[in-house]
């Protein structure tokens, strides 16, 4: 399986992108999916998961603020990302999470700049 992210850029403080993850390949399945983002110099953190059913979950620092879902005829994912901060500023990968294996898109960049 391949994921492919995409949609990342410069943007303004209190702007808004979306982010999009295709995924093909043998194992397209969107039933797991989410987002995590890097920012300079700091570890990976979890941003959001859309689960089978589709219930989703969000981390504190995103809630109300980013949405993410999913396209099953398109086999992607998105994240819309509102009211962006300068902290929001990360590279940002998609992953999945079919049975045992988990697989990792090659990430987007996010800058909030002024």
């Known amino acids: 399986v391949q994921l492919q992210a995409s949609g990342g850029g410069l943007v303004q403080p209190g702007g808004s992108l979306k982010l999009s993850c295709a995924v093909s390949g043998s194992g397209r399945n969107l039933n797991d999916m989410s987002w995590y983002r890097q920012p300079p110099g700091k570890e990976r953190e979890w941003v959001a998961r859309i689960y089978g059913g589709g219930t989703t979950d969000y981390a504190e620092s995103v809630k109300g603020r980013f949405t993410i879902s999913r396209n099953y005829a398109k086999n992607t994912v998105y994240l819309q990302m509102n009211s962006l901060k300068p902290e929001d500023t990360a590279v940002y990968y998609c992953?999945?999470?079919?049975?045992?294996?988990?697989?990792w898109g090659q990430g987007t960049q996010v800058t909030v700049s002024s």
């Open positions: 992953k999945q999470i079919r049975g045992s294996i988990t697989s």
